[in-house]
Structure formats: structure tokens, C-alpha cells
């Protein structure tokens, strides 16, 4: 079954906590990226990879972090740098300079 | 800066009846120009795309038209149904030699029974 996973679904956060949110894809895609969208708006680009071991900020980088160890893998850190992280985070993986497909999205709500 | 603007915010349309879709780009760099529909709760699907170098494009009952020298785009969908139901994000690549896309606000599209 191909496509793209992120985890967990639902997740929470305490103030002053960082959360890890996964991102995983098997479409063998050498893009991949973190978007932000709030209630009733547009997607933001958090950071995205063009190419395993390198990355780059998007238009809202500050309060999060990234890795690309792996080919399939970008997982997203929420750092308590982020001060309003409450939102839906969706992932999505291209090949090169071609069409994202998006997954299923974090809704991450901080308590 | 490079920025895309979409029209409407929200539309409602009698089931059966068309619904369109415009939106606006900036950055004249821009070739590829892809649609999403995105339900409640989930992640946005692709459901069309266009490149620079063709002016219409259709899947069935969905469609979509480019002007290079407006730099405007838009989604047509005939015979809406109750499924069409959804918020529809235009974006528009960045410039070229990036992985960027500028996206859209989007539109809730509301079909009525």
C-alpha cells in the first residue's frame, strides 16, 4: 500500500513541551515538505528537502525543526520556541520539481 | 512578492448547476499549476493539474483553463453533486529551480441538494 503516513493523528501539547510529529513515504520521492494550515486558511511552508541530508526553511521556520536522515522519512519537531502551534500539519513528497501529494495530516492542539 | 490569490472564499451552487474557480499568480516564472480538494479533516487531493505550455485541460466533469498573459487560472466543474462538496486550493510553482509552491486561500464550495 504506497502513499504517504504521517503519525499520530491527534496529538497534544503541554506548554514548554517539544512533540514530534512523523512523516513517512513510500512513493520513493526525492521532496518533501511541512506545511501549516490554520482554521480556515491556506497552507504555510514550514521547511522542505529536496534531497536527503539537506533542507531548507520555508516562510515560517521559527519554533520548529527538521531532519532528513533517511529518503522516506522528514520527521517535524514543535519546539516550545513555536508559540501558537495549535493547527493541522500536513506532509507531502514530490519527485523532483513535480506534483506534492499531501497526507492525511497532525491535528496538534496545545493544552 | 510572489503571492496567489483565489476567488471566492465561498461559493454555493444548486446541485447540477457548474461551479468556477479563478485565482491570480504573481511570479510570471511560474509553469505548473495544480488543483486540490481538501474534505474535512483531511489532507488536500490532487484532482487536476496544468503546465505553462497547454492552455485547457478536463478529467470528466472537472477542467481547467490557463492564461499565460493574465496569469490567471481556474477550475470549472459541471454537474456538481453533493460529493463536490469541499474546499478546492489553486497553487502556482514557484520559480523555477525551487520546489516551492504559492498557494491560494481556497474556496468552500457548498453544493446544495
Known amino acids: 500500500d504506497g502513499g504517504i503516513t504521517q503519525s499520530p493523528k491527534y496529538l497534544f501539547r503541554k506548554e514548554g513541551q517539544n512533540v514530534t510529529l512523523s512523516c513517512e513515504q513510500n512513493?520513493?520521492?526525492?521532496?518533501m515538505y511541512w506545511y501549516r494550515q490554520d482554521p480556515g486558511q491556506g497552507l504555510r511552508l514550514i521547511y522542505y528537502s529536496q534531497i536527503v541530508n539537506d533542507f531548507q526553511k520555508g516562510d515560517i521556520a521559527e519554533g520548529y525543526s527538521v531532519s532528513r536522515e533517511k529518503k522516506e522519512s522528514f520527521p517535524l519537531t514543535v519546539t516550545s520556541a513555536q508559540k501558537n502551534p495549535t493547527a493541522f500539519y500536513l506532509c507531502?513528497?514530490?519527485?523532483?520539481?513535480?506534483?506534492?501529494?499531501f497526507g492525511p495530516g497532525t491535528r496538534l492542539t496545545v493544552l | 512578492g510572489e503571492n496567489v490569490e483565489q476567488h471566492p472564499s465561498t461559493l454555493s451552487v444548486q446541485e447540477g448547476d457548474s461551479a468556477v474557480i479563478k485565482c491570480t499568480y504573481s511570479d510570471s516564472a511560474s509553469n505548473y499549476f495544480p488543483w486540490y480538494k481538501q474534505e474535512l479533516g483531511k489532507g488536500p487531493q490532487l484532482i487536476i493539474d496544468i503546465r505553462s505550455n497547454v492552455g485547457e485541460k478536463k478529467d470528466q466533469r472537472i477542467a481547467v483553463t490557463l492564461n499565460k498573459t493574465a496569469k490567471h487560472f481556474s477550475l470549472h466543474i459541471t454537474e456538481t453533486q453533493p460529493e463536490d462538496s469541499a474546499v478546492y486550493f489553486c497553487?502556482?510553482?514557484?520559480?523555477?529551480?525551487?520546489?516551492?509552491?504559492?498557494f491560494g486561500t481556497g474556496t468552500r464550495l457548498k453544493v446544495l441538494a
Open positions: 497553487a502556482a510553482s514557484a520559480t523555477s529551480g525551487t520546489y516551492k509552491y504559492i
Open positions: 512513493l520513493n520521492h526525492d521532496a
Open positions: 507531502a513528497s514530490s519527485p523532483q520539481q513535480d506534483t506534492q501529494y
